[in-house]
């Protein structure tokens, strides 16, 4: 097919049609103004920079069988063909000079940088050895799986599962978990799916036109709402491009946000603006009555009384004191936000949920205002996330672990929403355990996490973490510390399923190795994914079914029949028998658009790379549920129940299915948190944030410093490679209000000492009206850093010296900046940037909120002109005060066991779930021979 009959006349289009995909032709731009023609074959795969799951195009040349350039695929349900910069930039990231091509093994001391290199047979005899070991006696606790960006859906649940290990450990306690809790204790699902594009109003707690969550899709969204004449409310401390550009910046002080939303709340219950009809339909407000009037009546007009003197504290005048914003604007949007009823669309998922001690009460507050609305799991309102994501089935489902990790779940946090990950090194310190074999996987915890010093001392120590092994696709501060480091798949390389809540509607997506799938596509085959992409970067799937081989050999531990093919029994199982059975079978509707097309799924999935499941997905609470023989039902709440579950509750005559809370209705009374120690914080409410002015000293000059956002073009370690992007992006110097500025007498370009409970950095002020008095903020996506020369990404990261003082301090150095270096990419030879910006989170302690366990981000800190001998990304950590800290928060929880014995309620999930009799510790458990 020629150029000309793809693009007749105009010569412009949008996309290539997908029929020309497996001989697109275009013209060569580096040679213009020669018109030479380029042949390529067009692979679908999915981004793997966050966690929106883009779809994007691999052009691969048919000459060189060399990817040129990956641009948007125009199928994917959610992208719809566009990307944000971050998309396009994976050609980098799989062209990188830098990036590690061979499976390494330490060769000096942990961590002093000398490494050899290792067969993929080395690396998973030891590994799985090792393992083996472990698990022949009793050691299951002592191997873990600690993932920072996933980009799959389920495989490593179903891997862990089939170990019998509780041993997975996740990024997202300094991510998101607050939020999540806020959510799940409304309606047992954890994450918003907002319908940006059919709302009225929308509220975001976000920059989501440039950087929230899942926000390429939902960015697209939010602008066709707007089109259509919805309004966009934004509250953020930050004038973000977001706040920019919405009809309503609220700039909340940090932490005061709860305050905010539960005057809103307050407007619209005052001034008739709820759905009350939907209040009684689908609140728990009857459990929430008889907790208050035992033996009483239960009245739905006295629940409403009540509910409004319970947030009568909450006037816009006491939210304009908390907050700053003006008690006119909060009035103004509440009625709004009133008159969207059933099209009110919102979301939050880090900014201030993740920020503030008691985060968690933000997003609950929030969905106090779409319940309020009548908006949840409407069209334009703001669904539960399960309705909108796709989750993959298999062919045999390992049971749930018979184990309980008190490293992951510890008894002082049981409602922690996620694992207490950013503890782990906090809990081996103290004595609480050990690790044999410890994977981090796309995980960078020195440079992500908080207190990243007291991780760096703890994996430099072999007696408590035995092995570790860093599955990542490019250098990073913790692989450094590693004993082996495995490359593995950028997008583009991997195989994965993904499917994420960016609208109404529920799609699946498939990531593959684009030149393995090309040369599949020519008649080629291979046995593993490494044989096909650069050097020996593996993938996951593909390590994972081998170690388990390896780990159980005969299969004796029980372990190998799970990596076995479901369609050759006995076999070891492959990449392609594993998707092939999703596809054929779990996938609603797509054998039989595949079979239209004359493909197997398999093969439509290779071909497309995704498929829409379902559109207009609402209302799934009034589902209908069939009840079976001996069913009870509650003559009070309407709560069904079968063999001592809750599977629906009756209203209107008729059982449906509700919500997955214990009351199945949507709970705006949490007995839960009354049971576990909470019973002040039964209600959605406002907890006073560690960074409230109440909780600063002014004479010391405290401020606040707000850490969290995201810039547009940056995703923590893994943009550390792409070229473009750090060329776009190469600075994060604090912002500071002018007053602030004033007083201080700093100008933009100033060195400033931000000084924390732990230690200091020094960076560059940038004087700004776009921060609210009394507030610094600097992105976390900076400051990359490398110990030794080989390990990091010269695009990025700044050589620096890390010495510990004789009082046991670290201090840190940067030795150089960035600048040209010789590579095979002649580009590496015109980096013209100097500045790769500071590391601020190695300054900051551990601050575990008490109820959801989340990180709490926000610092108090006191910024001070740099003082004599200060120099530019200067770092110094107390680790030994960093303790300290971690154990004033911890004097902050209500440990467990709750009510029955029970660690956690049963009804909050687990990431990974065990087994249920663990739920119950050892003396509370039906059977104690089930020990963990
Ligand atoms: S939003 Fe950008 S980085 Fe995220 S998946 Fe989409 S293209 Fe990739």
Known sequence: MTIERLLPGSGLQAFPPPETWDDWREYDPKQ???????????????CFNCEAACGLLAYVDKDAMRVRKFEGNPLHPASRGRNCAKGPATINQIHDPERILHPLRRAGRRGEGQWRRASWDEVLDEIGGRIRTAFREGRRNEVMYHVGRPGHERTMDRILKAWGIDGHNSHTNVCSSSARLGYALWSGYDRPSPDHANARFILLLSSHLEAGHY???HAQRIVEGRLAGAKLAVMDPRLSNTASVADYWLPTYPGSEAAVLLAMAKVILDEGRADLAYLERWTNWRHFMADRHPGGELRFDAFVAELKEHYREFTPEMAEAESGVPREKIVEVARLIGGARGAFASHVWRGSASGNLGGWQVSRALQLLTVLTASVGTPGGTSPHGWNKYKPVFWEEPPGQKQWNELLFPKEWPLSHYEM?????HFLKEGRGKLDVYFTRVYNPVWTNPDGLTWLEVLKDEALVGLHAALTPTWNETAVFADYVLPMGMAGERHDIQSQETQDGRWVSFRQPVLRAARERMGESFRFTYEANPGEVWEEDEFWIELSWRIDPDGALGIRRWFESPFRPGEKLTV?????????????GLPETAAAQGLAPLDYMRRYGAFLVATDVHGLQETPVAVPAGAAKDPVTGLVTAAGKAIGVEIDGNVVAGWPTPSRRLEVFSPTMKEWGWPEEALPGYIRSHVHRSALDAAKGEMVLIPTFRLPTLIHTRSGNAKYLNEISHRNPVWIHTTDARRLGLRTGDLVRVTTEIGYFVNRAWVTEAIAPGVAACSHH?????????????WAAARVSLQQTPDGGWRMRQLDGLGPFASADPDSRRIWWSDGGVHQNL????????????HCWHQKVVVSLGEPGDRYGDVFVDTQRSMEVYREWLGKTRPGPGPGGLRRPLWLDRPL?????MFRTKANRLDPKEDV
Do not use: Q
């Open 32 to 46: 213009w103004p020669r018109r030479v023609e380029k042949r390529y074959m067009l692979v679908p795969t999915i």
């Open 215 to 217: 926000f390429n899709p």
């Open 421 to 425: 990950s950013f503890l782990l090194p």
């Open 576 to 588: 392609a028998d594993y998707y092939r059975w999703i596809f054929e079978n779990a996938v609603p």
């Open 782 to 794: 900076m400051g990359r850093w490398r110990l030794h020369e080989g390990e990091g990404s010269r």
């Open 843 to 854: 300054t900051f302690a551990v601050h575990p909120d008490p109820v959801s366990g989340m």
């Open 913 to 917: 779930r065990p087994a249920e009799e």
